[in-house]
């Protein structure tokens, strides 16, 4: 069966420090990706999207993620977080399934940023 | 354009009985799916419509069920309610190809 794992549950950083999320999928076919966002209060955002082309995709608020092929990865990164990021970020794989699509989500990882 | 949509926001009910849930999706998209979610398992995908046919499910006991009207507006049901129902339901719309789902705020059912 597919699979997302998250290796991060929870992320403590500073404002200004580097993020990076990991994110693996069990997948052996075409899949697309995607990492969506939870503000403290809000409903799921989507972040960034990957389906084909240039592996290294960039979403909004200077999110950006690589997908790479050989580790079933699609990782997510940020050079400089704010005390706004502050939200649970899951990454998401679009795999078939029984002829049809789903989105099969990862356990999420709760990012807490400190001014 | 406006959201996703769901009705309605917060939800109590007791061990036993039944509950619908309503959600009308971003015009013109035509696929709706619904999601568990729950601080144990995370988000969990619950089926999936499309132009008023389930076309995906997920693993749920068929005390979970759904309908999609032919305005792509859609209902989740779950009847005998358990404790263990208790979660933030979510439900997403997309245009259906490209699966791009677009979620609304969630219905939160407590389940006493």
């Known amino acids: 069966a597919q699979s997302v794992s998250q290796h991060n549950h929870h992320v403590i950083l500073s404002e200004a420090a580097s993020l990076e999320l990991g994110c693996n999928y069990s997948y052996g076919g075409t899949v697309n990706l995607f990492w969506y966002v939870q503000y403290p209060g809000q409903h799921l955002q989507l972040l960034l999207k990957y389906f084909s082309g240039d592996p290294l995709v960039k979403g909004i608020k200077g999110f950006e993620a690589e997908f790479i092929k050989s580790k079933f990865s699609f990782n997510l990164r940020k050079p400089s977080v704010q005390w706004s990021d502050t939200a649970e970020y899951f990454c998401a794989v679009n795999a078939q399934s029984g002829g049809y699509n789903k989105l099969i989500f990862g356990a999420g990882t709760r990012l807490a940023v400190h001014p | 354009k406006a959201g996703v949509t769901q009705t309605p926001r917060y939800l109590i009910k007791t061990r036993g009985q039944q509950v619908t849930l309503s959600c009308s999706p971003i015009?013109?998209?035509?696929?709706v799916s619904w999601y568990q979610q729950t601080p144990g398992q995370g988000l969990q995908f619950l089926f999936e419509y499309f132009s008023e046919t389930q076309r995906n499910k997920g693993n749920f006991p068929g005390r979970f069920s759904g309908r999609q009207f032919s305005n792509s507006r859609s209902e989740m049901n779950v009847s005998t309610l358990e404790l263990g129902d208790s979660a933030l339901y979510l439900c997403?719309?997309?245009?259906?190809?490209?699966?791009?789902?677009?979620f609304g705020p969630g219905t939160r059912l407590t389940v006493l």
């Open positions: 997403a719309s997309s245009l259906g190809g490209d699966r791009v789902e677009f």
């Open positions: 015009s013109g998209h035509r696929s």
